[in-house]
């Protein structure tokens, strides 16, 4: 089984906000894995942001919390060629990344959604709720290959910062 990324992109920047909102008040809200999700919008300027909620941990965060960032600074960081390249070698669908990439233009904004294969969350439930909302879903399945590529690179971006 593979993992599976969703994003939904938004025409404005608060639309993601609210959709997130939307998400957090259902009462299934935990089986959508919001508290797992990254918003990121693109400014009126092009300034990008990524935003994630966090809480003080008790314990190392999870795989599940870690990705999305992960995937969404590959995505849209400076060096992005040479970040997404070894994704893509790993299996991580190029297309996928392209139209993602592309859809975040300014004044806009995305919810991203990495579902790991071992969590509680519902993929299809998440696909469906999704949908509700005003905004266009993009969804593909995820190596464990793409993943270990990432820590890779994430592992080796920490070592050079020390």
């Known amino acids: 089984m593979h993992n599976d990324l969703i994003v939904m ?8 906000l609210k959709a997130r909102g939307g998400l957090e008040i259902m009462r299934n ?3 959508l894995g919001v508290m797992d999700t990254v918003m990121v919008t693109r400014d009126r300027a092009g300034e990008l942001i990524v935003h994630q909620q966090s809480a003080l941990p008790t314990q190392p965060p999870s795989l599940g919390i870690q990705m999305p960032r992960m995937l969404a600074n590959a ?3 400076e060096q992005r060629e040479e970040r997404l390249q070894p994704l ?6 190029e ?3 392209a139209e993602v990439s592309s859809a975040l233009v300014p004044g806009s904004s995305m919810l991203l959604n990495y579902v790991r294969r071992d969590s ?10 999704l949908r509700q909302f005003k905004g266009t879903l993009y969804h593909t399945t995820v190596p464990e290959e793409v993943e270990e590529a990432i820590l890779k690179q994430s592992e080796h971006e920490q070592a050079l910062t020390r």
């Open 75 to 77: 995505f849209f960081a």
């Open 9 to 16: 992109t938004f025409d404005s920047e608060a639309d993601a």
């Open 88 to 93: 893509v070698d790993a299996g991580l669908d």
């Open 95 to 97: 297309r996928f990344v």
């Open 29 to 31: 809200s935990q089986m």
């Open 120 to 129: 509680l969350v519902d993929t299809q439930r998440l696909l469906g709720t």
